[in-house]
């Protein structure tokens, strides 16, 4: 079983103005027109290794302070809803046993389980989308799955940036899964922003 514990980025000061970048992967998930503040926003495409590329992308051309990931989830842990912040993200398509555990790469230092240092949820990340039951979800304690947040959070180790990522429930990770995310996707693009204003004004 994966502990979900790992060492927390450093945040910028409370007086420094941080250089945000905010990653999403679909125009359909983030409306960029409704923007706060002086972030941009970039739009990745579906899945680890578009998600991988954009983040060193941006890393090395804007410097960002802070890279902030919106996008949606399917849920495991069943009582959750909204917008919620993700404390720890792990791979969960990492299937390389008996070379190594589910959720670990072999042959590598990479740890298995990365921390923002804010929220409380648990992310599962991996290509595929969740319409069934696994096991190993629950009993790694996974709240959320998606599948960009892993490779993001991997690269801004990696470049020693710090990330915080936001995540709407649009479904219940299961056989209505494609329906609920389509009807749902867009709505949490207004409660990102606030919450994300709210973190601006902290700076302020």
Not at 105 to 126: D, M, N, Q, Y
Request: aromatic share 8%.
């Amino acid at each position: 079983m994966l502990d979900p514990k790992g060492k927390a980025w450093r945040a910028p000061t409370k007086k420094e103005m941080p250089r945000i970048v905010v990653l999403t992967a679909l125009e359909s998930e983030l409306d960029a027109a409704s923007a706060v503040g002086d972030v941009k926003v970039v739009y990745a495409g579906v899945g680890k290794i578009n998600a991988a590329i954009a983040t060193t992308t941006e890393i090395l051309a804007e410097k960002p302070s802070l890279l902030v990931n919106y996008g949606t989830c399917g849920k495991i842990t069943k009582e959750l809803r909204g917008l919620v912040e993700v404390s720890h993200v792990l791979q969960r398509d990492m299937m390389a046993m008996p070379l190594a555990p589910r959720g670990t790469t072999p042959f590598g230092h990479a740890e298995p389980i990365l921390a923002s240092g804010h929220g409380s949820a648990v992310c599962g990340t991996g290509d595929s989308f969740v319409t069934s039951v696994d096991s190993w979800l629950i009993s790694n304690n996974v709240d959320v799955v998606d599948m960009e947040l892993f490779a993001i959070a991997h690269v801004c180790r990696r470049f020693d940036v710090a990330w915080r990522a936001f995540k709407y429930v649009t479904d219940g990770a299961d056989e209505s899964a494609s329906e609920q995310w389509t009807s749902n996707c867009a709505k949490g693009s207004d409660l990102f922003w606030r919450r994300l204003k709210s973190i601006l004004d902290e700076y302020s």
